[in-house]
């Protein structure tokens, strides 16, 4: 089982940024995919961004133009860069990678407020 571990989160104003990192136990240069998810209180857990092995992103509407997904195979992480930050981005992000099993991180508290 592939661990994951995430960090950088934190209290943030509105249209700052703040940079999510996602460490895996073990190699990720040959996973299927990895992801961002979050899941504010009282709603689903939601797909925020996709990297895939061959580099293609996805994002969802939301954050399209404001966050950055990226992942480092050498050090065997991944990022979410999240630029002008919103009060309705606040949420627990949670790193997800399909490598053909599926793991997922503990989560790391996200707060956008003033």
């Known amino acids: 089982q592939v661990q994951l571990v995430e960090s950088g989160g934190g209290l943030v104003q509105p249209g700052g940024s703040l940079r999510l990192s996602c460490a895996a136990s073990?190699?990720?240069?040959?996973?299927?995919?990895m992801a961002w998810y979050r899941q504010a209180p009282g709603k689903q857990r939601e797909l925020v961004a996709r990297?895939?092995?061959?580099?293609?992103?996805y994002y969802a509407d939301s954050v399209k133009g404001r966050f950055i997904i990226s992942k480092n195979t050498a050090q065997d992480t991944l990022y979410l860069q999240m630029n002008n930050l919103k009060p309705e981005d606040t949420a627990v992000y949670y790193c997800n990678a399909d490598y053909p099993g599926n793991s997922w991180g503990q989560g790391t508290q996200v707060t956008v407020s003033s």
């Open positions: 073990v190699t990720i240069a040959r996973f299927h995919a």
């Open positions: 990297v895939f092995g061959s580099g293609n992103t």
